[in-house]
T-cell receptor
Framework: LAKTTQPISMDSYEGQEVNITCSHN???????ITWYQQFPSQGPRFIIQ???TKVTNEVASLFIPADRKSSTLSLPRVSLSDTAVYYC??????????????FGKGTKLSVKP | DVKVTQSSRYLVKRTGEKVFLECVQD?????MFWYRQDPGLGLRLIYF???????EKGDIPEGYSVSREKKERFSLILESASTNQTSMYLC??????????????????FGNGTRLTVT
């Protein structure tokens, strides 16, 4: 199972772009990279998923280099409401079915005014 | 939107009690999961189920059991609650691979959690 490493915490200010990098040196060929966001007293919420290069949706962008050993979640122009814990997971398409998705400790992002 | 509903937000139980945590999802998902979340330890998988009446142990199944009699409902059972089971419990559901053409592996949809305190 591919293990991920993320910074424990990050601080930012409103309006800034935030980039959170996740290392996954042992990522397998069939693994995808998925990011979740969790607010206090709520369950995690899916943000974005990708396999290679760049993926963008209305919430974030995900950059994955060619070797896929890391990925970067990019949050444009953060606001106070983006204060949350962000989890990076890797797993293949059967990860969900087989319970092989591993949530690490995540990155606690604090956005200040 | 997928909705995963956990029956209680907060529960207080005594040591030795049998505790049932209920979870219901409304999107006909095959997969359902129970996690616990503790400060400094992140989310840890207790049990999961990929079909009715099927169950698989996760990373920390000891002291727990599960029941999946209907597709939409997944119950977590603490046979004899202990203080070290005080935690936030999170239920999740997802589709199996290939069920959705637009997603690689179907993301997990979580409920808002049940904070259980065992005294």
């Amino acid at each position: 199972l591919a293990k991920t490493t993320q910074p424990i915490s990050m601080d930012s200010y409103e309006g800034q772009e935030v980039n959170i990098t996740c290392s996954h040196n042992n990522i397998a060929t069939n693994d995808y990279i998925t990011w979740y966001q969790q607010f206090p007293s709520q369950g995690p919420r899916f943000i974005i998923q990708g396999y290679k290069t760049k993926v963008t949706n209305e919430v974030a962008s995900l950059f994955i280099p060619a070797d896929r050993k890391s990925s970067t979640l990019s949050l444009p122009r953060v606001s106070l409401s983006d204060t949350a814990v962000y989890y990076c997971l890797v797993g293949d398409e059967y990860g969900g079915s087989q319970g092989n998705l591993i949530f690490g400790k995540g990155t606690k992002l604090s956005v200040k005014p | 939107d997928v909705k995963v509903t956990q029956s209680s937000r907060y529960l207080v139980k005594r040591t030795g009690e049998k505790v049932f945590l209920e979870c219901v999802q409304d999107m006909d998902h095959e997969n359902m999961f129970w996690y616990r979340q503790d400060p400094g330890l992140g989310l840890r998988l207790i049990y999961f189920s990929y079909d009715v009446k099927m169950k698989e142990k996760g990373d920390i199944p000891e002291g727990y059991s599960v029941s999946r009699e209907k597709k939409e409902r997944f119950s977590l059972i603490l046979e004899s609650a202990s203080t070290n089971q005080t935690s936030m419990y999170l239920c999740a559901s997802s589709r199996p691979p290939g069920a959705t053409a637009s997603s690689y592996n179907s993301p997990l949809h979580f409920g808002n959690g049940t904070r259980l305190t065992v005294t």
